[in-house]
């Protein structure tokens, strides 16, 4: 099949809520580029989407910086160039189901009559896996992924649960919008009793051209990213997973390990002979 012939699925009617990715224009999706590319208007999330992204599929459409902008202004510019017959997008840094605002936008834009729907992105988490090279499950180390921000002025102290997913042993925390607080959060979770050696990543920009990883501890990071300077646009991940070690073959490919090691022993055998 030729590009020519592939056409994206789940295209409809209405106003698309894209997910841009973490910031690779690589890795936004195939529906997503093409829904850029026959836009009219794309009301995009500022800095947070990567420029290289918006001048290669978005030069030819107007362009508008949600940033600072409430609904008041977004909702009547999105309606009537929609009710215009325009193609207008709406794009989300990552993924617009994690940590967006994208169901009030949409509840809005449906009470004036414009449908809208979903455009599934590439979240940070996934981005900053990859950075990493490990997965956010490992076979007896992380059976679950919790993806949570810390309390401040959006979440109060009840409602921060990074210390029970950490608690957990068997989680990777990936921790959103909380760059700014590494260093509250570590001490929170000292206090919580955990250990000063459990493994921390930061990664900064994950996917974009000037990434960087610090590595460290619950104990030491907090110091390593104040040096640094980072004070946003940083996910942090916190559990065993993120060294990639200590993880136990999966029953999928545990066979054919044991048969490759068998033939392995044979064929060592079969030359000494």
Request: glycine share 10%; hydrophobic share 35%.
């Amino acid at each position: 099949m030729t590009d020519e012939e592939y056409t994206a699925g789940d295209v409809r009617e209405g106003i698309p809520f894209v997910g841009a990715g973490p910031g690779d224009p690589g890795l936004l999706t195939v529906t997503g580029k093409e829904l850029l590319e026959s836009a009219d208007l794309v009301v995009h999330a500022g800095s947070l989407v990567n420029s290289d992204l918006l001048e290669a599929y978005c030069d030819h459409a107007e362009l508008v910086n949600s940033v600072g902008k409430d609904l008041a202004e977004l909702i009547p510019l999105m309606t009537e160039a929609y009710h215009e017959g325009r193609e207008v997008v709406r794009l989300h840094s990552g993924d617009p189901a994690i940590y967006g605002a994208a169901l009030e936008q949409m509840d809005a834009l449906e009470s004036e009559g414009v449908p809208t729907y979903f455009v599934p992105g590439v979240t940070a988490s996934f981005a900053a896996s990859a950075t990493l090279g490990t997965q956010l499950t490992l076979n007896e180390v992380s059976n679950h992924v919790a993806f949570t921000r810390p309390q401040g002025k959006t979440l109060s102290e009840d409602e921060d649960h990074i210390s029970d997913f950490v608690g957990m042993g068997d989680v990777t925390t990936c921790i959103y919008l909380g760059t700014h607080a590494v260093g509250e959060t570590m001490d929170r979770l000292l206090e919580d009793g955990h250990d000063s050696d459990t493994p921390v990543a930061v990664v900064y920009h994950a996917s974009w051209p000037d990434e960087d990883v610090i590595m460290g501890t619950i104990g030491t990071i907090a110091d390593e990213v104040e040096e640094a300077g980072y004070r946003a646009s940083a996910l942090v991940l916190i559990g065993e997973a993120v060294t990639a070690a200590g993880y136990e073959r999966s029953y999928l490919y545990g066979e054919w390990a044991n048969r490759g090691s068998n033939e392995s022993e044979e064929t060592e055998e079969g030359c000494s002979d």
